[in-house]
């Protein structure tokens, strides 16, 4: 029987899908493992984890061609707005689920928030998140198809991003999630997609990834995947 929180999610997902909004976001995090559990249905489970934060990355430019009031879609859900952070970034509350919005950080970078009048909500701004757009599947989550990141891009998006955190259970938390994934898209046969995706990083991107293969002491997948710097 669905929990509460997979309910919400649910009808959040299933309210964006009818206004249009799911042909033009990409879903980002890790509810991209449970959206996962379909592709890898026949090579291993796919491991969880359990979050509040339902993220939506928007490619920009933004191409959303119909306006969409988020308080009010979700207003009668439960959701309230507020803002976290120095920046004031945007986030639905829900006492389940968190929804937040996110673009890629370009150039030299800016931690202000981006403002998008489309949605009635705001962005943060996050470095490399240009991975996560690379290659996009579709794939269930809760009964509604989403736009994720085919797993290849969630994997190394991970191991790109996990020397960046501060605190080390979430840098450990990245780099398994991101690890777990590479050894599912191992046992699937699809290394030549994951070393077709490494190779498009900059070479600086690419000796991150090995480099924290390394911290975790998995150079073997670096190995049976043909990763070079």
Known sequence: MPDKQSEICREVLTRMRD???????????????????????TTGRVRT?????????????????????MGALLDDLGFVMGHRGDEGFAVLQHP??????????????????????????????????DVALMRIIHAPLHGVTVRVPHPACFALHKLLVAPRRDNAARRDRDAEAGLHILELLLAKGEVLTVRGLFEQFPRSWRKVVLKELQRVGRTDLAEAMDLTG
């Open 96 to 129: 389940e689920l968190l929804v937040e919005f996110l673009v890629s950080e370009r150039g030299k970078g800016t931690a202000a928030a981006v403002d998008l009048p489309m949605l009635g909500m705001n962005a943060q701004p996050l470095r490399f998140m």
């Open 19 to 41: 206004a249009g909004l799911l042909d033009e976001l990409v879903l980002v995090g890790s509810w991209c493992l449970i959206a996962y559990r379909d592709y890898f249905a």
């Open 49 to 69: 984890l359990r979050t509040r934060d339902l993220d939506f990355l928007v490619p920009l430019p933004p191409r959303i061609r119909k306006p969409v009031a």
